[in-house]
């Protein structure tokens, strides 16, 4: 039976010839994330970064791993969770974040759809749907979480959001805008968001671009960073789940194709990637960036008659 491959303990990891106990493990995961935000410049001594938390265990690795290299690293870490509101989900996620954090001990913030926009999810969806307007939970969530994230780490004063997509995530994203010929999205998909060109616009970076989902699920169970399973009750993507099982099986017949297909990501993205920041709007009610006249969140909101919630919220918390 193989060993770890530097001090021949019992392994809990082998993939690609490389064979590690969890000692190794840790400081192989650890080494790969901090050559990553090295590789692609992600981050900057003196920068505070905010992270994108959701309770689930990519998340609070990464919140994790951040916080104890912060000091090697320069910057200050603040955890960002955006609470939608969603119950039997939302609410055990976030009680595992602060049951974990107990022990991380970051500083962290949190953020509801309650506070900003006056309904959780939930009672959004249930006044839409007495409006006769659409009811798919996920457009909701996604264009309302995007905008808090941004907005949340301005109000924390962040240079930065990081968020914990995988190499994972990051593949299945650019199979899935292939098959649905949404090309133009596959061009957000670097490490490094651009610098968009306003103000209020934060950058995004993904210091797990290059490591496996298998991989943060073994740091975070050898971290003791692995929340209960929870799935959210909205959530549908049957036809990311499909993608991602096929890569899985893909992956199963020729070890390696993972990285493969991320190469050709970075190729594509280094040849048709545009160099220059996107143009991006202000919104003409409520001045986030948007490629719109009116930003999405503000059209929502309109039309569910809450968009007064907004406004107050925003000038409660001060000029941004
Ligand atoms: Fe929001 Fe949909 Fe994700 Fe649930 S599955 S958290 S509703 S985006
Ligand atoms: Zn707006």
């Known amino acids: 039976m193989d060993r770890c491959m530097e001090c021949g303990e019992e392994p809990v990891y082998k993939y690609l010839g490389k064979v590690y106990c969890s000692k190794h493990f840790t400081k192989y995961f650890e080494d790969k994330t901090l050559e990553t935000i090295s590789k692609y410049k992600l981050l900057r001594r003196g920068e505070h970064v905010v992270i994108a938390v959701s309770g689930g265990k990519d998340s609070l690795s990464l919140l994790y791993i951040l916080n104890k290299y912060r000091e090697r690293l320069g910057i200050r870490v603040t955890a960002l969770l955006i609470d939608e509101g969603i119950k039997g989900y939302r609410d055990i996620t976030i009680e595992d974040f602060k049951e974990v954090n107990k022990r991380i001990n970051a500083e962290y913030r949190l953020i509801s759809y309650e506070d900003v926009f006056g309904l959780s999810l939930d009672d959004i969806l249930k006044l839409s749907r007495e409006k006769g307007l659409p009811t798919y ?50 061009l957000h998909l670097h490490p490094r968001t651009e610098s968009a060109s306003h103000i209020k616009f934060i950058h995004r970076v993904k ?24 799935e959210c009750p909205y959530a549908p993507e049957a036809f990311r789940n499909d993608i991602r099982s096929f890569i899985n099986q893909l992956e199963e017949e020729n070890p390696g194709i993972k990285y493969k297909i991320l190469n050709s990501l970075l190729a594509t993205l280094e040849r048709y990637g545009s160099k220059e920041p996107p143009r991006i709007n202000s919104c003409r009610i409520c001045g986030e960036p948007t490629s719109q006249e009116i930003c999405r969140t503000c059209r929502y909101l309109e039309n569910l008659g809450l968009l007064n919630n907004l406004k107050i919220w925003i000038n409660e918390v001060g000029q941004l």
């Open 207 to 230: 210091p797990f671009y290059e490591v496996l989902e298998m991989e943060t699920t073994l740091y975070a169970i050898i971290n003791g960073l692995y929340p209960r399973f929870i």
């Open 137 to 186: 939970a996920c457009s909701y969530c996604g264009v309302f979480r995007r905008y808090l994230l941004n907005l949340g780490a301005r109000v924390i004063g962040g240079d930065v959001l990081a968020t914990a997509h995988n190499l994972d995530d990051i593949i299945q994203t650019y199979l899935l805008n292939i098959f649905t010929n949404s090309i133009e999205r596959i």
